[in-house]
């Protein structure tokens, strides 16, 4: 694959599509280029039909992603004009992996803060490890953020944990951050990375289409009801139905055996 930075990685391995943020002399603080080629790596992945799960992950154990590299913002983000073009590259990034077709998994060990925090609530799952914290400490900087990434945010863990996380500027550990909802699971640390690796393989063994399809409709879910494409969810409902792996499935069930899907 492609290399657009050494400071993000994307890697194959079999059904696993792996993403690793690879700064870790900056806690995997997240540059312009590693936004850049992180929406890269995710469209190719997109595209490679073999992949069926990706994980995303921090290079070392002291952070999954502490935020954006605050280095750069003299330089990249000092005037409205820098912030636009950093703002589109950003946008493309997060749009890619909040519109992925394939499950996405944070696999979150150490600090997931602001941006990086922003990444893992973009994926579909978020698994932390105990010693996991949390925090967005915008108001502490003096960053504003955008609508879309607040919705995002309230959409998982509702308004007043939104106002609370932003609010107080302060980090929550795992625990609070799984009685927000914020994240799916928390593990023991040692066990994380066992763990990730158990689900993403039971979800790469299921139907991909009904996975596909489920995931599409969750994309339209946020939007106003009159920008949903319905009609694309309805269809790749159908799919399903018209497909060989549902055919697969009803014979491997009558045969109590386990099922092997092609995702056609």
Known sequence: MQTITEKLIGRKDGAIGWIT?????????????????????????????????????????????????????????????????????????????????????????????????????????????????????????????????????????????TAEIFYTGRQFDAREALQMGLVNRVVPAAELEKFVLDYAAMIAGNAPLTIAAVKRSLIEMPKDPGERDLALCNKMVDDCFASHDYREGRTAFMEKRKPVFEGR
């Open 21 to 161: 943020f690879n700064n870790p002399q900056k806690r995997n603080a997240v540059s312009l280029e590693m936004h850049q080629a992180l929406a890269f790596v995710l469209e190719e992945f997109a595209r490679d039909a073999s992949i069926r799960v990706v994980i995303l992950k921090g290079a070392g154990d002291k952070a999954f992603v502490s935020g954006a590299d605050i280095a750069e913002f003299k330089e990249k983000r000092a005037t409205l004009e820098a912030i636009k073009v950093f703002d589109v590259t950003s946008n493309r990034a997060a749009k890619a992996l909040r519109e992925c077709p394939k499950p996405t998994i944070a696999m979150i060990r150490g600090y997931c803060m602001g941006g990086g925090l922003g990444t893992a609530v973009a994926c579909d799952l978020r698994i932390a490890s105990d010693d996991s914290r949390f925090g967005v400490p915008a108001a502490k900087l003096g960053v504003g953020y955008r609508f879309d990434r607040l919705k995002q945010l309230a959409n998982l863990v509702g308004p007043s944990f």
